[in-house]
């Protein structure tokens, strides 16, 4: 995250994608999703173990409040994305929150996807995937 007078104008970040967890089930129905999701149905991870997240555009809206655009890139396909940010200081900390929608399609996940594939019926999965994101940094001022 890079801040310029307390203000963002830019930064990235690197997700790894073992971390990738489902918030809707537990026991086992959770685990077994977060497998498949993690296998080369969907992401890949053995092959593709990151993420990225570069900023390209932060245009600031109301108080702490951005509009960032950026280009994201999954299975090594890359693509824009846009979305709110919010950004608070606390202490010695600068907090970033954003809420990313994703569109899995643009990076070749296929799986269940009715982008790829005609007649799956009820058996479809929504192309569009969600990122809540939370970065915490040190908040060191530069003289």
């Known amino acids: 995250m890079a ?29 077994k999703l977060e497998g498949h999701l993690k296998s080369d149905d969907f992401f890949g991870v053995a092959t593709y173990p990151t993420a990225t997240l570069t900023t390209t555009k932060v245009e600031p809206k109301a108080d702490n409040t951005y509009q960032v655009t950026g280009v994201m890139t999954i299975k090594n396909k890359t693509n824009q994305v846009q979305f709110p940010a919010t950004v608070t200081t606390e202490g010695n900390q600068v907090k970033a929150n954003a809420s990313i929608t994703v569109d899995r399609s643009g990076y070749d996940v296929r799986y269940g996807s009715d982008s790829f594939f005609d007649n799956l019926g009820d058996k479809v999965i929504y192309d569009d995937f969600y990122l809540e994101v939370l970065l915490v940094a040190a908040n060191s001022v530069r003289k």
């Open 3 to 31: 801040l310029e007078g307390g203000k963002l104008v830019g930064g990235n970040f690197t997700i790894g994608m073992s971390t990738l967890s489902n918030t809707d089930l537990e026991g086992e129905q959770k685990g």
